[in-house]
């Protein structure tokens, strides 16, 4: 597995913007899909967005295409999600997961294709 630590929630307001960073250690970012969850108050956790490990290849959620953008610095271990645009229905805790070592790109919309979370960073969006 790897070691996951999310950073940059905050309280912001609407229209704004804000950038999170997850730092990864442990065995082999550079060959782990990842992704971007969130999970707001009452509420199940959701797909957010994820990258390949080459970073080629990206996907969104429907509510957030266009304004959140996803990339990954394998160099660094690290992966990020520009948020523009951020609305109150933004306000969740955002965790970063990765893959299995060596997984394709399907399916990376589900949960069950992470095998390591990280413990989330809190982002308000106030109206």
């Known amino acids: 597995q790897v070691q996951l630590v999310e950073s940059g929630g905050g309280l912001v307001q609407a229209g704004g913007s804000l950038r999170l960073s997850c730092a990864a250690s442990?065995?082999?970012?550079?060959?782990?899909?990842m992704g971007w969850f969130r999970q707001a108050a009452e509420k199940e956790r959701e797909f957010v967005a994820a990258i390949s490990w080459s970073g080629v290849r990206t996907v969104y959620a429907d509510s957030v295409e266009g304004s959140f953008t996803i990339s990954r610095d394998n160099a660094k271990n690290t992966m990020y999600m520009q948020m523009t645009n951020l609305k109150p229905d933004g306000t969740a805790v955002y965790y970063c997961a990765a893959g299995w070592v060596g997984a394709n790109w399907s399916g990376l919309t589900k949960q069950n294709k992470y095998n390591s979370w990280g413990q989330g960073t809190p982002v308000t969006v106030s109206s």
């Open positions: 442990g065995r082999i970012f550079s060959m782990r899909n």
